[in-house]
């Protein structure tokens, strides 16, 4: 489930509404240039007095109020002049781009720096961590953008400062390479969660299979194989949506919310004041990430065996914590929280609290009546079916949904589109001008200008896809050889018409459905291969190709309008885009072999690590091939329910109108239904910390809080990395904090004294 491009803009937004209201009105020019990136406006129109008006009247008439007449026309033309004086006027204070007119735009080869690519690899990697980490608890990723952004410009505005100092300095720190960065970062990591390493991937071994109703049908981990599937699926979104850039971010001026809210991140933090408070916002980054390092590191003392350690602190009794409500002490989480929409946190925590405070301990009452008696908690023919299907339901239901509502969504605005063409053909095509419009603003004419500037030849695009897509074709075959190649063939024949509405539904939504797209796959490729020819293993492959293809698509997309913005070139948006998925496609797999070589329970519902996305993808894939048979009783009814319930949810959230965003989201409150609330309960707290921080002083809060929440989760993610390098060195913690009831304590404290 990808949270990450849905949350959270808003909090960018938010710091640049703060700043709007702490510059000083005597600094007009920087009060104005803040206040040009939260108020869009459109240029006020021109109204033509018609001279006209008089023609059919009589002379007499004309003659006697002739005076009166002219008097009437001086006044309009001085109305005209001093509404267009104004317009002028406010376009000069809300300009974007003349704050940067004295600037020269570096060419596209300029914008990709030697030294931009250095910091792009050492943050995907600290960035490939955290996401592997998220991908590998919960599933739920946060948007990473801001602290991608605020690192990226501290690195590279160092580096250029020693050299400047050292007289050693050839080129300026820019916005556009700044933006090279971003998009570098955001698609190397990106590959942690579209790799599938906490779903469709991890879900082929054996370690997964060995907890679902087919054990037969596995592929277990490789380094090697791996990366040559990731070189050959990851690419393909890349081509497929590059000669419909124009006609997304010019023509049909799709927001891209995300994209946008880089864009304003990235102009702000060049000016003077945005360098300023990026500095202190910086500053705190860093204290929270070693304060969170630190804790990580301390904690680690305590985990000796299975049970111990701070994440097994029954903090809200020993029932509780057997139901998995407590508290586990988790940094990363608190900073999740932080970041994520108070409404996302509040359903995982229902979701929770429906299912492991109710619903479970009642079904639990019927062992032996709908379920085998002395199954065990792990088993899918017993309660561990329940949970399982049960959120596979709601997420399918959820999917649903959205999916029918984004693409329709989707179809009517592009019909619209095309239809209000003023132009004889329907759709633009890269090369060609657009519609006459109204007179655009300095700042749009400069965007363009500089957009279609560097044009990237549809025969290229077209030729790469092709050419990646007949390697791809005879490639995947040979790595699975139950995944046939016309099945791939016909994914590659609909890819592009799937890319382009992902495309455009993530520009109008920021929501990207690729996980969505590859349920769809799972489902389609594994009832037409069959369990007999393993549906299962290429189910879950296809999978894989169809969420790397859509996903990079509105990703590359969000970075268009990200360099639109900026005046970072087209070209070098593209060419950054694919070093940073080359880099994605071998540091991600080298992060998950680390986790894998490391944590032997990799994938089990009892590790740290349950990775639950990959059994519900397995199972996923086992229902498209096998059918329902193999459910518990009563368990394919109650997924029905739920599976309503989860369409009806969405539905009253759409019709209600504002009060909808009080409704609980049913995506969130199925994570908790097979993991359990406790990582909900640190969520909270961390929208608690938030709320009682608004609440003393917002506008401390909306300037600082995403970078306290992106310091946890950094300093929390990257102390993964040195205790991974523990556990395969063979080094234990040397203390085991657990926690025992007092009956239980009395009898150890028996056992012990004999």
Not at 29 to 54: C, H, Q, W
Not at 566 to 573: E, V
Not at 703 to 731: E, K, N, Q, R
Request: glycine share 8%; proline share 4%.
């Amino acid at each position: 489930m990808k949270w990450r491009d849905r949350i959270n803009s808003h909090y960018i937004l938010n710091i640049f509404a703060q700043w709007r209201k702490s510059v000083s009105l005597g600094n007009k020019g920087t009060y104005n240039y803040i206040n040009s990136f939260i108020v869009l406006r459109e240029s006020e129109p021109i109204f033509k007095y018609l001279g006209d008006m008089a023609q059919n009247e009589n002379e007499d008439r004309a003659v006697d109020s002739g005076f009166e007449f002219e008097q009437h026309v001086d006044d309009e033309q001085k109305k005209l002049e001093q509404q267009k004086s104004t317009r002028l006027l406010e376009e000069e204070e809300t300009s974007v781009e003349k704050v940067f007119k004295h600037l020269l735009v570096p060419s596209w080869k300029n914008q990709l720096t030697f030294r931009a690519f250095v910091v792009s690899f050492f943050l995907s990697i600290l960035f490939s961590f955290i996401v592997m980490k998220l991908n590998l608890t919960t599933g739920i990723i946060p948007s990473l953008n801001v602290s991608a952004g605020l690192l990226g410009f501290f690195f590279v505005k160092t580096w250029t400062k020693f050299l400047e100092k050292s007289d050693l300095l050839k080129q300026p720190f820019t916005r556009q390479e700044n933006t090279v960065i971003q998009t570098c970062v955001v698609a190397s990591s990106g590959i942690a969660f579209s790799g599938g390493f906490g779903s469709y991937l991890f879900g082929m071994s054996e370690h997964v299979a060995n907890q679902s109703s087919d054990t037969s049908d596995f592929k277990d981990p490789k380094l090697g194989w791996i990366i040559a599937f990731l070189f050959v699926v990851s690419f393909l979104g890349l081509f497929s949506v590059v000669p419909l850039r124009k006609i997304m971010v010019i023509d049909f001026k799709l927001t891209y919310p995300s994209g946008t809210a880089t864009a304003l991140l990235i102009n702000s933090l060049h000016t003077p004041q945005g360098a300023k408070l990026a500095k202190k916002q910086v500053k705190l980054l860093g204290k929270f990430f070693s304060l969170s390092f630190l804790w990580g590191f301390f904690q680690w003392f305590y985990t000796a065996s299975d049970g111990c350690g701070f994440q097994a602190f029954p903090s809200l009794g020993l029932k509780a914590y057997d139901n998995r409500f407590f508290f586990d002490f988790s940094a990363l989480y608190i900073g999740v929280g932080m970041i994520c929409p108070y409404i996302v946190n509040i359903s995982v925590l229902l979701g929770g609290i429906l299912s492991w405070g109710i619903m479970w301990p009642l079904i639990k009452t019927r062992e032996g009546h709908w379920y085998k008696a002395g199954l065990g908690d792990g088993s899918l023919e017993g309660i561990q079916g329940y949970r399982v299907f049960i959120a596979i339901a709601i997420i399918l239901g959820d999917g649903l949904y959205n999916f029918v509502k984004v693409l329709t969504h989707t179809l009517f605005s592009l019909f619209n589109q095309i239809r209000n063409k003023q132009r004889a053909n329907a759709l633009p095509v890269a090369h060609q001008d657009s519609s006459s419009s109204p007179e655009l603003s300095y700042d749009d004419q400069r965007r363009k200008q500089l957009f279609l500037k560097d044009q990237i030849a549809t025969w290229f695009a077209v030729g790469g896809y092709v050419a990646i897509a007949a390697i791809s074709t005879a490639t995947l075959p040979h790595i699975f050889p139950q995944l046939k190649w016309y099945y791939v063939l016909v994914i590659y024949l609909i890819a592009p018409t799937l890319a382009f509405c992902n495309a455009y539904g993530s520009g109008l939504t920021d929501w990207s459905l690729a996980s969505t797209y590859g349920k769809l796959a799972i489902f389609t490729i594994g009832a037409w291969a069959g369990a007999s020819h393993g549906g299962v293993l290429a189910s879950l492959a296809a999978c894989g190709v169809m969420m790397n293809i859509v996903s990079t698509a509105s990703d590359l997309m969000q970075d268009f309008k990200t360099g639109y913005l900026t005046l970072a070139s087209p070209r070098s948006m593209f060419v950054s885009q694919i070093i940073g998925t080359a880099m994605g496609c071998v540091i991600s797999p080298c992060v998950f072999w680390i986790f894998y070589k490391a944590f032997p329970d990799l994938g089990t519902h009892k590790s740290q690590y349950p990775a639950p996305n990959a059994i519900v993808f397995r199972n996923m894939a086992i229902l498209g091939v096998q059918g329902f048979g193999s459910l518990p009783d009563n368990c394919l009814l109650i997924c029905y329910i739920f599976f309503g319930a989860a369409i009806g949810i969405n539905l009253i959230k759409d019709l209600v109108g504002k009060v909808g965003r009080f409704i609980p989201l049913p995506m969130a409150m199925a994570i908790p239904f097979y993991l359990g609330p406790y990582f909900a309960i640190d969520m909270c707290v961390g929208s608690f910390i938030l709320f009682v921080w608004e609440k003393l002083n917002k506008a401390k809060a909306d300037a600082f809080a995403p970078a306290v929440a992106s310091g946890l989760i950094c300093g929390d993610g990257i102390w993964t990395l040195p205790a991974s390098i523990l556990a395969i060195a063979g080094i234990k913690p040397p203390i085991c904090m657990k926690f025992l009831s007092r009956a239980t304590n009395n009898r150890v404290d028996v056992f012990l004294g004999n």
